[in-house]
């Protein structure tokens, strides 16, 4: 067992990837040489890509490999799409997958963007008490505001984005001498964080000498942060489909208003019950992050932005809605979303850039319906399944390869035992078991 520092190493990110590598694994593993093997042999064959790859954090040591596959056959807007995603849950691709083909032939999906507005904050204190003398001030600033940031909005509004408009928020209330510079931003089809946190500090600047300049023997401000929010609820799609309720159900073995009812009351219980809301937003996520993470998105501000809209009312609610009314099942996603299709990885990561291009180098805007559709997708899946067969059955035969892979199952192996769980139920002890008897192994062995 080797030694485990005690002491810190000052400078490690100014080591060589080699020297990293000999240094940690002197100290953390138990087997340097095959475990540096393993490292490297994730190292990409081309040395240009690998470089990217190392460039794009500190500290790189090697790749972290996902799979990346594609659900096709997703008809959004009368356009057929191959949706790319990245995730490691066995079942996500094939959910996503069946219910792209179950909606195709049932209109597809309809998608369409509220509004790409996104937002940012000067938070600050100012412990002047009069809220009317901070509020003229900022009037008589707004026009400076967007001077001060034209050279840094230049390339944004010759895309037709940039400064939306600004508004002094009075959040004393909250919090003794808070107020905020809210600030509205148009970010095209970039994500735009470094865009609206550029923009963010000139304001804060220009701000703390406008205050300056008139305060007279009034105190000053003091600018806590500049950032943009994560929360996003004006950025936001709506997808949804819909269908005669005699064509809802094929093949699950419940009868078609059966199924619509079920549905319908699964969506009402992850409307009042968070227990439920966040599983079943979980399974929505699982199809929105697979394309965020594949398209070079940020997936944690996309998951925060998600869940604090699925807040947003007081309780934790589902992001799906369902209803039947008329004869017709319509099912529906609302969900703020900040995306981009420029910057950031996308035109850097290979994958991500063959993500776009089999999308057919969408606008944000695009990307935001296609991510919407298929988190609305997987969403479908997993209630069908939940509310016929249960989820067990298709989740096991999809992880029943990770079950054989763990006991090193040959590839005849696996094949044997794939095939006669084609009409079982998978269990992870019943998987077990037929790759014992496969081996002639007794169990208790
Ligand atoms: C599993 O990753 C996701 C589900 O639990 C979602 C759901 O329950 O709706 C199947």
Known sequence: MNERPTEALKGFSKLSKEQ??????????????????????YWHSSQEVQKLHDEFIENTLTNFYMPFGVAPNFKINGQVYAIPMAIEESSVVAAAAKA?????????????VVSMTKVGHVHFIWPGGDPAWLAAVFAQTEQRFMADTEELTRNMRARGGGILGL?????????PGYYQLEVRFDTRDSMGANFINSCLEQIAKTWIQAVDEQRD??????????????????????????????????????????????????????????????THN?????????????????????????????????????????????????????????????GGITSLHPLVKFSHELLGNP??????????????????????????SGIQKGHMKMHLLNI????????????????????????????????????GISPEK
């Open 167 to 175: 508004e002094l928020k009075d959040k004393t209330d909250a919090e």
């Open 217 to 278: 023997e009034r105190p000053e401000i003091t600018v806590i942060m500049s950032i943009l929010s994560n929360f996003t609820p004006e950025c936001r799609v709506r997808a949804e489909v819909q269908c005669a309720v005699d064509e809802i159900n094929e093949g699950s073995g419940i009868g078609n208003q059966e199924f619509a009812d079920k549905f319908v009351r699964a969506l009402r219980i992850a409307t009042v019950e968070p227990y439920r809301a966040v």
């Open 363 to 388: 606008s944000a805007e695009e990307l935001m319906k296609i991510i919407a559709v298929a988190g609305l997708a997987q969403n479908f899946s997993a209630v069908r399944s939940l509310i016929t």
């Open 282 to 342: 979980k399974g929505i996520m699982n199809g929105i992050d697979a394309v965020v993470m594949a398209t070079g998105n940020d997936f944690r501000a996309i998951e925060a932005c998600a869940h604090a809209f699925a807040a947003s009312q007081g309780s934790y609610r589902s992001l799906t809605h369902a209803e039947v009314a008329g004869g017709k099942f319509r099912f529906w996603i609302d969900i703020p979303m900040s995306l981009g299709t420029v």
């Open 20 to 41: 990293k590598l000999d240094w940690l694994l002197s100290h953390y593993s138990t087997h340097p040489g095959a475990t540096r093997s393993m490292l490297v042999g």
């Open 404 to 439: 054989l892979n763990q006991l090193e199952a040959t590839e005849e192996e696996k094949a044997q035992i794939v095939e006669h769980f084609k009409d079982k139920v998978v269990s992870f002890s019943a998987a077990v078991d037929a790759f014992f008897k496969l081996r």
């Open 100 to 112: 792209a083909n179950f909606w195709f032939d049932r209109g597809g999906f309809k998608a369409s």
